[in-house]
């Protein structure tokens, strides 16, 4: 097809919006989802798979996110520190006690790429566990 072309956007073209995301009463999944779609930017119509097109997100009451079915007791985090015997199994309720933040930003990074590109949109997520957060001069957009 003659004078037909695809939009591909540029990193310099890219302008960037701050969103905010009320975790409280919301599953966990469908929280992490709404928020990876739009730190990836597929929530826009400029959305250019080499180009990191997304926005910032600020999730707020990560603490009061729900885990549906049994999730809590028989899902686990799991670490090791690299070291003989560093393995360090944490159910999902433990995780939620200690810092509910880490649980919130270890379900989103996991369904952004494992590239560069999925590290710079990481960076743009932004989680805390009350309801302040110290971004109100960006102006975030409330999203239900």
Known sequence: MIGTRSFMAK??????????????EKPLG????QAARILTGKNKPT???????GDFVVIVNADKVVLTGKKL????????SGHPGGLKVLSYKEVLDRSPERLVER????????????RG???KLKVYAGGAHPHAAQKPEKID
């Open 47 to 53: 959305y250019t798979p080499h180009v990191d097109t």
């Open 30 to 33: 469908r929280l992490a989802v």
């Open 121 to 123: 949109m990481y960076r």
């Open 107 to 118: 379900v989103v990074r996991g369904m952004l790429p494992k590239t560069k590109l999925g």
């Open 11 to 24: 990193k310099e073209e890219v302008e960037r919006k701050w969103y905010l995301l009320d975790a409280a």
């Open 73 to 80: 007791t028989h899902s686990t985090v799991i670490r090791h």
